[in-house]
């Protein structure tokens, strides 16, 4: 970055906070009280949490634009590949309904992209993500796959329940304090990426999730919403090969070419 850029834009930040304090008549009481609190956000590690959740989502549509949403601060390089047929690392008893998400990977121009690589994560049903949190065992409901020669692909993982922030630090604290919920509506996380493309960062929510409207970490947009359908017949589940009901459903990933 320039120092002209950095002077622009921190400059601005700064005025604005200025302006803030100004407005609202800030205490010195509340001045200590907010220089504490970053303090403490820092050592608890939740400097990445705190900025992905207020501010990721405008970086993001700034620079994505649709399609695409933020990446969040729980993404971990080097998923393991998964083999034909693609089933998300779990547990034998993992908790939640059975998803089967089908789709396909097409540029912004409508062709498909054959091999393009998916690379998904997501929180199991307690809302804990593996390599973040205590709990789940390591790469637990992450994974990579490609798609195939047309583009398609299909993967069988869980229907992710309503999320919470990670409690018990400063993050909740303040979410507490301010009276505000520390909920996202469920959701899958992809990186999408092939040659020639540029890679999309994006997620996939659920109809019917109650934190649509009010995700904390303003992320949620309408192509990205998802309807379900059940499959509970008998035949259904014996193709499968499953003995409980499952769901499906299906969207389609558009890549933006490079340089244009
Ligand atoms: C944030 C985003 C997520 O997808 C998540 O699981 C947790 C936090 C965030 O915006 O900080
Ligand atoms: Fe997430």
Known sequence: MSTERI??????LIRRINDAIDE???TYDEYHAAMNYLIRLGEAGEWPLFLDVF???TVERLNQGEG????GPYYVPDAPWLEHPYVLPQRDDEKGDVLILSG???STGGRPVPGAVLDMWQADADTYY???QEGPPPFNLRGRMTADDNGEFEVRTIVPPSYHLPRGGPMEELLNAAGWHDFRP???HFVVSADGYEPLITQLYFEGDRYLDSDVASAVKPELVLGLRKHDSPEEMEARGLKKPFFTT???FRLKPQDG
């Open 7 to 12: 002077a622009t834009v921190v400059g601005d």
């Open 24 to 26: 609202h008549e800030v």
């Open 55 to 57: 501010f990721e989502h």
């Open 68 to 71: 695409g949403t933020i990446r």
């Open 104 to 106: 396909t990977v097409h």
């Open 130 to 132: 593996s390599n973040v």
């Open 186 to 188: 469920g959701h899958l």
């Open 250 to 252: 299906t969207h389609e």
